[in-house]
């Protein structure tokens, strides 16, 4: 009877440490306190020489203000059937990020409600949900947007 109490103890114990680990980064675990409110910046067209090839949506984009990371706006538009393609510009100075660890996200076997990227303006967490760049597993990703780089911090499988 004791081994069996002991047993129990151990694999509820086993399951609430297992639970601990799979958190999820929250977008509160990367907030910035101040968002620019400024006068922003033209898109700067001259600094990656992608931008030009989406000048109009880049344009048209920035015109929102500042949706990500403090003082960036994530521009979006459709790659596709099922598809995002985005960048990052600096609301402040004006330049385009086209990011090298993700350029795109493909969506068309996702059936969750919260497809594609998902961002705030108060926090440096970019959340990819589908598959980035058409050949990676489909799932949630999560970004850190740092430097001007996007770095994989958890990637959670999808069924």
Same mark, same amino acid.
């Given at each position: 009877?004791?081994?069996?109490?002991?047993?129990?103890?151990?694999?509820?114990?086993?399951?609430?440490?297992?639970?601990?680990?799979?958190?999820?980064?929250?977008?509160?675990?990367?907030?910035?306190?101040?968002?620019?409110?400024?006068?922003?910046?033209?898109?700067?067209?001259?600094?990656?020489?992608?931008?030009?090839?989406?000048?109009?949506?880049?344009?048209?984009?920035?015109?929102?203000?500042?949706?990500?990371?403090?003082?960036?706006?994530?521009?979006?538009?459709?790659?596709?059937?099922?598809?995002?393609?985005?960048?990052?510009?600096?609301?402040?100075?004006?330049?385009?990020?086209?990011?090298?660890?993700? #350029?795109?996200?493909?969506?068309?076997?996702?059936?969750?409600?919260?497809?594609?990227?998902?961002?705030?303006?108060?926090?440096?967490? #970019?959340?990819?949900?589908?598959?980035?760049?058409?050949?990676?597993?489909?799932?949630?990703?999560?970004?850190?947007?740092?430097?001007?780089?996007?770095?994989?911090?958890?990637?959670?499988?999808?069924?």
């Amino acid at each position: 009877m004791k081994i069996s109490f002991l047993f129990i103890i151990f694999f509820v114990s086993t399951i609430l440490i297992a639970q601990t680990n799979t958190s999820v980064p929250k977008f509160e675990d990367f907030k910035i306190e101040n968002i620019f409110i400024g006068k922003t910046h033209s898109v700067s067209l001259h600094n990656n020489p992608r931008a030009r090839m989406f000048r109009t949506a880049l344009r048209n984009g920035v015109k929102e203000g500042v949706n990500f990371a403090g003082h960036y706006t994530v521009v979006i538009w459709g790659c596709g059937t099922s598809c995002q393609s985005f960048a990052i510009v600096d609301q402040i100075n004006g330049r385009v990020y086209f990011t090298k660890e993700l #350029l795109l996200v493909s969506y068309a076997d996702y059936w969750e409600k919260d497809y594609g990227l998902n961002y705030r303006p108060d926090s440096r967490l #970019l959340v990819v949900n589908g598959r980035p760049d058409e050949d990676k597993d489909k799932g949630r990703y999560y970004y850190e947007w740092k430097d001007n780089k996007l770095i994989l911090i958890k990637m959670v499988p999808m069924k």
